[in-house]
């Protein structure tokens, strides 16, 4: 129910400033309050973002299962040239190097993947039928929305439910989709 979702804590991994916007808007959307929710961005300059974030989630995990309130966890980052699959082995390997257990069923952690990119993602969520994984849509995106941005991620979000599931092309969305639903479906 969404009434319980505006009480839920929650952490949110994320690699830029475009995948944060995006999530916020989503999270609004899913009827999740903005000022229970603390976002990290992996610090510009510093290596790889991807990597800063699957090195947080550990701690992140830990902190979560110590507390064991209404708290949630979401890690997001591009599957690049890696895929879903890949990236999601580098969380759990994360987690077994760090000593602790792989994510459970019921455990309110989602590591959505967007590949190649979150840009993918919002192309297919805008209706663009002809965006796949096997590309970077970062171009595409920049070149049809630079200057509306802020539109389109609103527009990409209210898409969210019946678009996930007709982007057969994006394979990634429709797992991000379940991903993001591990954290208040019960």
């Not at 999740?32 to 991807?50: C, H, M, V, W």
């Not at 902190?63 to 890696?82: C, E, P, T, Y």
């Amino acid at each position: 129910m969404a009434s319980d979702r505006a009480k839920m804590r929650g952490t949110v991994l994320v690699e830029d400033r475009r995948s944060e916007r995006f999530l916020k808007g989503l999270l609004d959307h899913l009827g999740f309050q903005r000022s229970r929710l603390d976002f990290q961005i992996a610090p510009a300059g510093q290596g790889a973002a991807n990597v800063w974030v699957i090195k947080r989630f550990p701690a992140e995990v830990a902190l979560l299962r110590k507390k064991r309130q209404a708290l949630f966890l979401i890690a997001m980052v591009d599957g690049d040239n890696v895929g879903v699959n890949g990236r999601k082995a580098e969380f759990d390997t994360a987690l077994r190097e760090a000593g602790f257990e792989a994510r459970q069923s019921g455990e309110k952690i989602a590591t959505p993947i967007p590949t190649w990119s979150i840009e993918t993602w919002l192309l297919a969520l805008l209706g663009d039928d002809e965006t796949d994984e096997s590309k970077s849509g970062k171009l595409a995106f920049e070149n049809e929305y630079r200057r509306n941005e802020r539109e389109a991620l609103r527009s990409s979000v209210t898409g969210w439910h019946g678009r996930c599931a007709v982007a057969v092309r994006v394979p990634s969305l429709m797992d991000g989709k379940a991903e993001i639903e591990r954290v208040y479906v019960s």
